[in-house]
């Protein structure tokens, strides 16, 4: 199926050979003169018609050959959201299955490299189809929630809320779809563990909240050290810039100890 | 530098590699929960790198940080608006090149450093044994931005100080506060290692073509997408769902 959509892309270019051409990523430069007809012959569509021996199939998990002693294989940049929104359903669902069939063969090349002590050139890439992918999904869930809202005014996506579990600690409970209505089932009414309690609750919440405070206590006393190491380092620092940068940290305090004074004798007037 | 202000200054990433990458390829975790039931999602990994003129995806880096080791702390003073940029020409302060002038080659924001084009070389001996003394390698020091250098202005080619202001168009400008003059960030600010303009980008065979991503095929529809995809594939759905209660 997916040969089919690389072939759609590339229907001008290649007649006969299909090219392996897929749309990873995206380059900013002008266009060169053959992909002028490659854009009415998006919709054209080819069939696909001659299926590929199996090994070749299972190659499509490798990068070209031509690739594998490569230093450098480069690409453009990944897909942005306002370049996804302008294309229809369709090519986003091709997209979709060429960045997959990509992703795949990316990490079977990944793998195989380090299997053979070789250097996988440009790993970047796989963040860049990663990306790409999250983009397409997150266009993919604007239209589907502005469809939803637009029809049943809610949004559509799977329900979910805040609440507490049984160590007393907020996190978010995702909805699933049942059968019965939430009073007739029993089996769910016994399974739910509703609210929290019980000393041994209560007595690590004590120290759970001790922990975050000292996390909080910790990061304040670093900012206030490290104001106070610049201000040694650097005794004419500008003060507006730290109050900006430190908005937490008493600097006019800080400036008068000892830690802040910098190893030099001070002016005295007079 | 902060991640605030590096993604508002005028410093464009020279390596072209996404943000996810870098932080991908620098991260080093020592242990995780596992992502199971029952666990609070919880991570022990470095929190803080020694940078150096070593970018931090490569291997050299890795090796000054190896896991499980610990530097002193670097103090890095704040900087409000990030003013030097490659390609700029800068007059040296101090050191054995004081005065002379040269071109930002390399920008080194994690330690507000600097690498000058044949400014400041020092010189490392390595490979010494016995009876071969090795060999020198000479390459170029970074030097601090906020304590030793500053732009050069381009009207009489003298080292200025300078700030920044605003055009009547509403652009943010460096100006010399000697003479006034606009001193322009150069356009080698915006080369990248894979382009030097993006319109000299060449493309290459996994590049999808300009005129194809800038391409218009979204027609608004009543329909979701799954809706739109089975209608595209001739897919026809006629059985009615059984009601169900979420919760």
Not at chain 2, 85 to 103: A, C, P, T
Request: glycine share 6%.
């Amino acid at each position: 199926m997916s040969s089919t959509l690389i072939k759609c892309f590339n229907v001008a270019k290649t007649v006969s050979v299909v090219a392996f051409k897929s749309l990873l990523t995206t380059p900013r430069s002008q266009l060169p003169a053959w992909s002028q007809a490659a854009v009415g012959s998006l919709q054209k569509c080819g069939v696909h018609t001659t299926a590929p021996v199996r090994h070749e199939r299972l190659m499509e998990f490798f990068d070209d050959p031509k690739h594998w002693s490569e230093n450098e294989v480069k690409v453009g940049r990944a897909w942005r959201p306002d370049e996804l929104r302008i294309k229809s359903n369709k090519e986003l669902h091709q997209l979709w299955y060429i960045l997959l069939k990509e992703r795949n063969m990316l990490l079977t090349m990944e793998h195989e490299c380090d299997d053979k002590m070789e250097i996988f050139p440009n790993p970047e890439r796989i963040d860049k189809v990663k990306i790409s992918m999250e983009n397409l999904e997150t266009v993919v869930r604007e239209r589907n929630r502005a469809y939803h809202l637009l029809e049943t005014g809610e949004t559509g996506e799977r329900p979910q809320k805040q609440m507490h579990n049984a160590f007393g600690l907020r996190c978010t409970y995702k909805s699933c779809e049942h059968v019965l209505p939430p009073f007739m089932n029993t089996k769910w009414i016994k399974s739910r563990n509703l609210g929290y309690g019980g000393r041994a609750v209560h007595k690590f919440l004590l120290k759970y909240r001790e922990k975050l405070y000292n996390v909080k206590r910790k990061a304040k006393n670093r900012s206030r050290n490290e104001v106070m190491m610049i201000l040694r380092r650097n005794p004419h620092f500008d003060i507006e810039l730290l109050k900006r940068k430190y908005s937490d940290v008493d600097i006019e305090k800080l400036r008068r100890t000892d830690k802040a004074r910098g190893h030099f004798v001070p002016k005295v007037d007079g | 530098m902060r991640i605030t202000q590096y993604l508002t200054s005028k410093l464009k990433n020279f390596s072209n590699l996404p943000k996810e990458y870098i932080e991908r390829s620098k991260k080093q975790v020592y242990w995780k929960t596992p992502t199971e039931r029952g666990y609070l999602p919880s991570t022990v990994e470095r929190k803080r790198y020694r940078y150096t003129t070593n970018r931090s995806w490569t291997g050299q880096f890795r090796q000054q940080n190896m896991p499980g080791t610990m530097r002193r702390k670097v103090f890095v003073e704040p900087v409000e608006d990030w003013s030097f940029f490659r390609g700029d020409r800068i007059e040296v302060l101090v050191g054995k090149d004081k005065g002379k002038q040269g071109i930002v080659t390399q920008v080194i924001p994690e330690r507000n450093w600097v690498i000058v084009e044949g400014i400041n070389w020092h010189y490392r001996r390595v490979g010494a044994e016995n009876e071969f003394p090795g060999i020198i390698i000479k390459s170029e020091a970074p030097l601090h931005v906020t304590k030793d250098i500053r732009l050069v202005d381009p009207s009489d080619l003298q080292g200025t100080e300078f700030e920044w202001r605003f055009t009547e168009e509403g652009e943010k400008v460096r100006v010399s506060t000697r003479s006034g003059r606009i001193i322009p960030i150069p356009e080698t600010n915006n080369q990248t290692h894979d382009y030097k303009t993006p319109n000299a980008y060449i493309e290459r065979e996994k590049d999808t073509p300009a005129a194809v991503v800038g391409e218009i095929t979204f027609q608004p529809k009543l329909s979701t997408f799954e809706m739109d995809i089975m209608e595209e594939m001739g897919i026809k759905e006629e059985r009615t769902p059984a009601k169900s209660y979420w919760y």
